[in-house]
């Protein structure tokens, strides 16, 4: 007979690196509509090369400052949370162990265990380790990976600027004739790449996520031309 197989991924380790890929592609996608949108936009007003250039990199850098400083700020603030509820944990199980064995019996039971089950497992897992034992069950934390603010930070520094390389590259190397359709055939062509690879990741049909990245940015990219081009027209 042949083995099942499953295709949904297992395992806290995996299921972590899963997320971490998306936010990464997710990054990736914001810094390539955002830049897009950009020197699409001051392309509309002036053909000016330097301008161009100083446009994308101006917002290639504080794109992704702005996106490194929120996650580390957002992570530092879950980091925080987690340590204080293991705090909390360790303060419970020193003062109250009997109280804390009844609660991770309970919340075993409420699993689907049989009482006798639940309590024996409860006991079992509270002489292993009981912080862990709580934190998993009872926090849904894993207190050996919480995460780094600053790994975080990087890792969104890092995913934003190479997002926002594409669109400033294909505006500034090609021919002042060839800029505009270079951009924007290359901006939807890697907004497909990213909405395909983040509906994957999430293990979703990636139709609709394409279709919904690639008229996001196909907008953005209109708008800030129309506005470019209008504002280039008036001498501002």
């Not at 530092?76 to 162990?97: I, K, N």
Request: charged fraction near 20%.
């Amino acid at each position: 007979m042949t083995e099942p197989t499953h295709d949904e991924p297992h395992g806290g380790a995996l299921g972590s690196r899963l997320n971490w890929l998306r936010a990464a592609v997710l990054g990736a996608n914001d810094g390539i509509v955002s830049t897009a949108g950009l020197v699409v936009g001051v392309a509309g007003a002036t053909d000016s090369r330097s301008a161009l250039l100083t446009a994308g990199l101006a917002g290639l850098l504080a794109g992704s400052m702005s996106m490194a400083a929120g996650e580390y700020v957002s992570v530092s603030t879950q980091r925080d949370s987690e340590m204080a509820a293991l705090a909390v944990e360790r303060r419970e199980l020193r003062e109250e162990p009997e109280a804390e064995l009844r609660e991770l019996t309970e919340l075993l039971q409420a699993r689907g265990l049989s009482r006798e089950v639940a309590r024996e497992a409860a006991e079992q897992l509270t002489e292993r380790d009981a912080l862990r034992a709580h934190a998993s069950v009872e926090l849904g934390i894993n207190p050996d990976e919480l995460t780094d603010p600053w790994h975080a930070a990087g890792a969104s520094f890092l995913a934003f600027t190479v997002g926002a390389l594409l669109p400033l590259l294909a505006i500034v190397l090609p021919p002042a004739a060839w800029r505009l359709g270079v951009t924007v055939v290359s901006v939807l062509a890697a907004l497909v790449l990213t909405g395909w690879s983040s509906a994957r990741l999430g293990a979703a049909g990636p139709g609709r996520a394409v279709l919904r990245n690639v008229a996001g940015g196909a907008l953005a990219m209109a708008v800030t031309y129309v506005a470019g081009t209008l504002l280039g027209a008036v001498g501002v």
